[in-house]
């Protein structure tokens, strides 16, 4: 998928993998003002682009045969004909579906309406979740420290860090009279789900049955680095089949929506999830920028009234959708999934931060459970797609999303039912 970093010399040919699909509908009327309280990404590169003749060339690599995976037992499908993904095993009882997040209490914060945005007081905000800013505000930029957490803010910014993490908030912090705001969407969706998922007050999600989606395939080949030869969709079907058995081996079923090289409509994707009545759903991908980007980042989908993180580029046109689309409904165990696969993936690949975002996916429209898109690195970076290339670096990919599952599986257990 291609990054948010757009460069005017395209290296890599590039096909639209999840298309923001953008629909149209009328304002809701406006909320009660409450805080929760609690204890591949953007635009498409160019088409047709190769390395260009000023672009140092990757060193040679040694291009490891990779070994084709053994057929297991037939799988036992519970879809209609046509469809093409597998259930391994016999089937189960599905998990509860999760309703819309409602707080077990609440308790009105001041808001400020900004460019029709409504803030709250980070520092207030924090509080909630025994986090202060230490010694005297001053500057630009904010730390809030306590409860084993560490948040830090910029004024007029969207980035920010929690726990050592890059999170992309979905409308700006702000600075106003010495005082640091946060948007009352990201308070609710993100950081308090972040920070205290307990004080979401509903049922725990299930975490029984993961959808794994292996980016484009067919004629849509995703990102080609056209020097080593290697194609996304390949590369997204291996990691997903490396994937696969190491979840089972934890006991839980597992869905391919392809398991070999055809394209599935980005639509009929999540609607298999559902078919399926996924617990969790992880679009796998592969990123392309300019030669020196690196990293890994991961995506959810945007919360209702929020911008996709691409939009806020320069001249870019506001994509935020008004209409509630059935995903709204995981906006907080979205990103506490994302947060626990981002901070597990780089933990054991040690990969670039490039940030836990979001944006309108077609990918992840319409999903009835929690969902991610992780880009897991750059083909367009010659390093890093000369470690791509090799199986054994692919099985880390593997590993490192595997173990992102198990750290979500623990923040469930710990809540309990």
């Not at 890994?296 to 689309?325: C, L, N, Y």
């Not at 199986?391 to 880390?396: E, I, L, V």
């Amino acid at each position: 998928m291609r990054t948010s970093l757009i460069t005017k010399r395209p290296s890599l040919r590039r096909r639209a993998e999840a298309a923001p699909g953008r629909r149209q509908g009328w304002p809701l009327a406006a909320l009660t003002v409450t805080l929760l309280l609690a204890g591949c990404s953007t635009p498409p590169a160019p088409s047709g682009g190769e390395f260009p003749s000023d672009v140092p060339a990757p060193l040679s690599v040694v291009r490891v045969p990779d070994v084709p995976f053994e057929p297991g037992p037939p799988p036992r499908s519970r879809l209609p004909p046509g469809v093409n993904a597998t259930f391994p095993g016999g089937p189960t009882a599905p998990g509860p579906r999760v309703p819309v997040p409602s707080p077990a209490a609440t308790t009105s914060l001041p808001v400020q309406r900004i460019n029709g945005t409504d803030y709250v007081d980070a520092a207030m905000v924090f509080a909630r979740f025994g986090l202060r800013a230490p010694g005297v505000a001053g500057g630009t930029r904010a730390t809030f420290q306590g409860g084993g957490h560490r948040a830090d803010l910029t004024g007029g910014e969207r980035e920010m860090t929690l726990d050592g993490l890059k999170i992309y908030l979905g409308d700006p912090a702000l600075l106003r009279a010495r005082a640091f705001l946060v948007s009352r969407t990201d308070a609710e969706k993100l950081i308090g789900p972040l920070l205290s998922p307990a004080g979401l007050g509903v049922p725990t999600p299930a975490l029984r049955i993961i959808v794994l989606d292996p980016g484009h395939g067919g004629a849509d080949a995703g990102t080609v680095n056209a020097t080593l030869g290697v194609f996304e969709k390949t590369f997204a079907l291996d990691v997903a089949q490396r994937l696969k058995p190491l979840l089972e081996a934890k006991g839980y079923q597992v869905v391919l929506t392809r398991t070999d090289d055809r394209y599935i409509p980005l639509p009929e994707r999540p609607a298999l999830a559902n078919r399926a009545r996924a617990d969790l759903f992880i679009s796998i991908h592969f990123n392309s920028a300019a030669p020196s980007v690196q990293g890994t980042e991961i995506f959810t989908f945007a919360p209702q009234g929020q911008r996709s993180v691409e939009s806020w580029a320069a001249g870019a046109k506001d994509d935020s959708e008004h209409m509630f689309d059935s995903s709204n409904r995981f906006d907080a165990w979205n990103a506490i999934a994302a947060h626990a696969l981002h901070g597990a993936f780089l933990a054991g690949l040690g990969t670039a931060d490039r940030g836990q975002k979001i944006r309108h996916l077609a990918v992840l429209r319409g999903l009835n459970c929690p969902g991610v898109l992780i880009e897991a690195a750059f083909l367009s970076h010659p390093a890093e797609a000369q470690r791509v290339a090799t199986p054994a670096y692919r099985q880390r990919i593997a590993e490192g999303i595997a173990a992102g599952v198990a750290t979500y599986a623990a923040r469930l257990a710990a809540l309990g039912p």
